[in-house]
């Protein structure tokens, strides 16, 4: 089972900021959030992941609550394209044949931008 | 930028036919996936591959499934005996390994149709 939750569903108007949020507080001291999305019935696209220190790319950012139980993914301004299923899914580092780095998706949030 | 690519993207099969679903990792990548989405569903975990063997398999992965990494770039998964309830979106995935924390980035799929 997947160790986070998340709403099932989110409307967000094009041009405002669109903000996921994520539950994991089994999450372990190794373990890394990381958020995909997923178009249609496309791969699943990596976005961005973190430790516990806040991190921003080109796509979004990342906010990690201190005690790193929650997270906060932000879409400063979204557009119609960014309509998706969004996964929030924790995972420990890779280390050779023994954590294999399979990631557990579970529903997601089904984000719906409205123009 | 490097992507994962997936063939055929459409695959159509008699139930009890063999079918090879190929992908073609990220050069440099180290870990291998295969999951399957049925339509409607989460996407699950079936198998990873490390180091010329299989690391870590679900419960979905039994006898009927192999996979192999001919030569150095193609990652297959084949289904010995098909069965209607193996119709579903199969995606690849890959994970470069070093540092241990980086994302494993998937292809696009081959939608598997079985008849």
């Known amino acids: 089972d997947a160790k986070t939750t998340q709403p099932p569903s989110m409307d967000c108007a094009e041009g405002r900021a669109a903000n996921l949020p994520c539950n994991h507080s089994t999450i372990s001291g190794n373990e890394y959030v990381y958020w995909y999305r997923q178009i249609h019935s496309q791969g699943p696209q990596y976005i961005i992941h973190g430790l516990k220190n806040n991190e921003t790319n080109e796509m979004a950012s990342l906010i990690i609550t201190e005690d790193r139980k929650s997270s906060t993914l932000i879409l400063p301004h979204a557009t119609l394209r960014d309509t998706a299923v969004y996964y929030c899914?924790?995972?420990?580092?890779?280390?050779?044949?023994?954590?294999?780095?399979?990631?557990?998706f579970g529903q997601g949030t089904t984000l719906q931008v409205k123009p | 930028e490097p992507e994962v690519t997936q063939t055929p993207s459409h695959q159509v099969t008699q139930m009890g036919q063999e079918v090879i679903l190929r992908c073609v990792p990220i050069s440099n990548h180290l870990y291998f996936y295969w999951y399957r989405q049925i339509l409607g569903q989460k996407v699950e975990f079936l198998v990873s591959?490390?180091?010329?063997?299989?690391?870590?398999k679900s419960e979905i992965f039994d006898d009927q499934f192999s996979v192999e990494r001919p030569d150095g770039s193609n990652f297959t998964l084949k289904i010995r005996s098909t069965k209607l309830e193996d119709s579903a979106m199969y995606f690849c995935a890959s994970n470069v390994g070093a540092r241990g924390n980086q994302p494993q980035h998937f292809g696009d799929g081959t939608r598997l149709s079985i008849l």
């Open positions: 899914i924790v995972r420990a580092p890779l280390r050779g044949s023994g954590n294999t780095g399979k990631l557990i």
């Open positions: 591959f490390y180091n010329n063997e299989i690391s870590e």
